[in-house]
């Protein structure tokens, strides 16, 4: 039986690791110390699942984050309904005050913040007596730690632009100013490297922990967002054949089928868990917050906030089945019978991530667990790569691996450089539709004003978000002088 608990209990002597201040003061304002501390795996383990919460929070995957990049990629559309505060991803009008971008910031570096506190103390987490815990298994706490330390900061660096690099607790309270990009990167890479070397594979692991698998599948996609080609091929090969893609192509979005054969790191999710702390923890990732609201904000007989855009729904080909396992028309059957009309009068429902194959209607909290990389996802980043390489050969294999799944035509060998790209981008828009992927991925590929300059992009501004007044006011290394450009 799959545990999808396994960071919902954090201990309260953790508290702290939640307690700092909106800024980046990330002093312990407490006297916990690791000396008496870390003495078990029990506590070693409730210190690495602390890290672990920060993927619950609102300000991330439970909510906000999914709004803020379907709505910037304009693979969501905004109803009447929907909240002024997520509106402004869709036309770009956010700014600097913008509350969304500031729990995202807080939320990612509080994580960090519990992460630094682990890493920290490997010396003290060593002397563990091996009679409690053994040497394998505390490296791959620190492993997990520093894996989504890594995860984090990519999370940070590609929407802020050069950002604190924070790798410990600091002894007082001043800020810390802004590292350059390559700084930050090179820390990610150092970190997931030492991770791949510690983690358990996906097979010897509790579902939902980090593994080697993942840390080799965001090492290659960080080597592929630097341009650095050749190391993201060499990063994914470690992991290449040891995932399969799922027969059924919707059971990744499934509540029963998680952690399949194609999944590589999900965010958990379970709505039987506690959530008596959702709206309370928008940054901190403390007490119980075990579900999303992904299925009632989009659900279309629900809050219905907003729908799957015509300019996503066109790009899908005549008789792609991903297109009917992404999205409800009317006509179509769900648990409450047959769709005879959408709320709205719109042309289409989200099907991905919704309840509505088992319920005839969405409630507050969702336990679908989310994905945040997939095998698909490092078939198509492995066929990008190799193609800037000039392998289209091997490039049209990798992207007819993903095709041959839903028995779409497979590409022809022979194709140029560009061809091979622009199937590429195709496929990634269809396969990954929704799944917060296409920002970025216009961003990287320098075509977001092409594709988002009618929604209000402005190239030179909006690839990356502003920082957060907050922090501006709040850390004494960080001045409006510092603010990215056209904020």
């Not at 929070?57 to 909240?83: A, C, K, V, W």
């Not at 969304?100 to 939320?107: F, G, K, N, R, V």
């Not at 800037?388 to 992207?399: I, K, M, N, P």
């Not at 194709?415 to 216009?442: C, N, T, W, Y």
Request: proline fraction near 4%.
């Amino acid at each position: 039986m799959i545990r999808k608990n396994i960071y919902i209990v954090l201990l309260m002597s953790f508290a702290f690791l939640s307690s700092c201040e909106d800024d980046l003061e990330l002093t312990n304002p407490t006297e916990l110390s690791p000396e008496t501390f870390f003495e078990n795996e029990a506590q070693l383990s409730s210190s690495v699942n602390a890290v672990y919460a920060n993927l619950q929070t609102i300000g991330t995957y439970s909510r906000n984050l999914f709004y803020m990049f379907d709505n910037m990629s304009h693979e969501n559309e905004g109803n009447p309904q929907l909240e002024a505060d997520k509106r402004i991803f869709l036309d770009f009008s956010f700014d600097a005050s913008s509350s969304l971008i500031t729990y995202y910031w807080d939320s990612f570096y509080r994580g960090i913040n519990k992460a630094n506190f682990v890493i920290g103390n490997q010396d003290r987490i060593d002397e563990i007596p091996s009679s409690f815990v053994s040497q394998e298994i505390k490296d791959k706490y620190v492993g997990e730690a520093k894996f989504l330390r890594a995860l984090y900061y990519f999370n940070l660096v590609t929407r802020y632009g050069d950002v604190p690099l924070i790798t410990d607790i600091p002894e007082n309270g001043d800020g810390i100013p802004r590292a350059p990009v390559d700084q930050v990167y090179d820390q990610i890479i150092k970190d997931l490297e030492e991770a791949s070397k510690v983690l358990l594979p996906k097979e010897n692991e509790q579902a939902g922990r980090a593994t080697r698998g993942a840390a080799y599948a965001l090492l290659g996609k960080v080597h592929l967002y630097r341009r650095n080609y050749e190391e993201a091929l060499s990063a994914f090969e470690n992991i290449y054949g040891m995932y399969t893609l799922e027969d059924d192509y919707f059971d990744n979005f499934r509540e029963e089928t998680e952690h399949g054969p194609e999944s590589i790191f999900e965010v958990e999710f379970d709505d039987d868990m506690g959530s008596n702390e959702f709206w309370w923890s928008s940054v901190t990732g403390a007490g119980p917050n075990e579900v999303s609201l992904r299925g009632q904000d989009y659900g279309m007989f629900d809050w219905f906030n907003v729908y799957p855009s015509d300019d996503l729904r066109n790009e899908f080909e005549d008789g792609d089945p991903r297109f009917d396992k992404s999205f409800y028309v009317v006509g179509d059957e769900y648990a409450g019978g047959v769709i005879e009309e959408i709320n709205l009068d719109r042309p289409a429902g989200w099907r991905k991530y919704q309840n509505y194959y088992k319920e005839p209607n969405e409630d507050l909290k969702s336990g679908i667990n989310t994905k945040l990389i997939r095998y698909t996802d490092v078939l198509l980043m492995m066929a990008e790569a190799a193609n800037e390489l000039s392998d289209q050969t091997a490039a049209v294999g990798y992207v007819n691996e993903v095709r041959e799944r839903v028995d779409m035509p497979l590409l022809e060998t022979g194709m140029s450089q560009q061809e091979v790209f622009e199937a590429i981008v195709h496929e990634r828009k269809v396969e990954l539709a929704g799944e917060q992927l296409r920002f970025p991925d216009l961003v990287r590929w320098g075509r977001a004003a092409e594709f988002l300059a009618p929604y209000g992009f402005q190239e030179g501004i909006h690839e990356i978000f502003p920082i957060p007044e907050t922090e501006i006011s709040s850390n004494n290394n960080i001045g409006q002088e510092d603010q990215n450009p056209g904020y």
